[in-house]
């Protein structure tokens, strides 16, 4: 009699709240009573987390500086038949969190990856900030040098979508600062403190009046999302007419003055135009 071939494992990426426990999901506790291991950014939050549901699943510590020999151990747990979870220290795994090297590499090897969902901080704040939500960018946290990080605000100054970011709390004003420098004192924004924890505050106003409130209205502790309008006066992107303009110009000139001239005909940004042209 043939055996039955062995069962593959799953992993799960679960998403576990941002603040308020009352957001985990009854199938996110379900997942994580069941599972035969839990892959953890910090076991100490997440056996917090646990206690707190009355769940004992065992933990193992998954985080950006022991990824590579944890994805081959839990790859090879998989591989076995077990069932694996994947947490963040709160929110969903991936957004701004370790877990990609886990999924990409779960996938590659044909095992099932099945998303549980749950909070994530960039969209609560995007909801409740009052800003345009048909179309944002999410940027996570802006790079931490001065040099880098305004490079950066220097890409994102036209863009017309709204914008998420993350900040931590210590670099919070030096990035409030550099926006207005970069978007202007004017632009409307949204700084969202301690997402559905008991201090929650979603605090509207020009990036200036926010500057301002900083340490006076606005605490410096907790953590915080900021949304920013986008740049209504930027010029729409017609993809196809810059591509055709570029490749009329680039026939007769040399790359940088045909980069140069469409810029200027269609209104477009030269680093916008590098990321749509792929120069």
Do not use: W
Not at 106 to 123: E, K, L, M, S
């Amino acid at each position: 009699m043939t055996a039955a071939p062995a069962a593959r494992g799953k992993l799960y990426v679960v998403g576990t709240p941002i603040g308020n426990l009352q957001d985990l999901t009854p199938r996110a506790r379900e997942v994580l009573a069941n599972v035969d291991v839990i892959a953890a950014e910090d076991t100490r939050r997440t056996r917090g987390l646990l206690s707190t549901i009355g769940v004992e699943t065992r933990l193992i510590a998954y985080h950006e500086h022991n990824e590579r020999e944890r994805v081959a151990e839990l790859l090879e747990r998989l591989a076995d038949g077990a069932a694996v979870a994947l947490v963040s220290d709160a929110g969903t795994p991936l957004v701004s969190d370790p877990g990609l090297k886990l999924v990409q590499a779960a996938r590659a090897q044909h095992f099932d990856v099945v998303p549980v969902p749950g909070p994530t901080a960039a969209i609560v704040a995007l909801c409740a900030a009052g800003l345009p939500t048909d179309r944002f960018v999410f940027e996570g946290f802006l790079p931490r040098t001065a040099g880098a990080r305004a490079q950066r605000l220097r890409e994102l100054c036209h863009e017309r979508r709204t914008l998420v970011f993350y900040e931590a709390v210590h670099r919070l004003a030096a990035t409030l600062a550099a926006l207005g420098e970069h978007f202007g004192a004017d632009r409307q924004a949204v700084l969202a403190r301690e997402l559905t924890k008991v201090y929650e505050q979603i605090r509207s106003g020009s990036l200036g009046e926010l500057v301002a409130a900083l340490g006076v209205d606005v605490p410096l502790l907790g953590e915080f999302v900021l949304v920013v309008a986008g740049d209504s006066s930027a010029p729409e992107v017609d993809e196809s007419r810059a591509r055709e303009i570029y490749s009329a110009l680039r026939a007769e000139l040399d790359p940088t003055k045909a980069l140069h001239l469409t810029a200027t005909l269609t209104g477009i940004s030269r680093n916008a135009l590098y990321k749509l042209l792929r120069i």
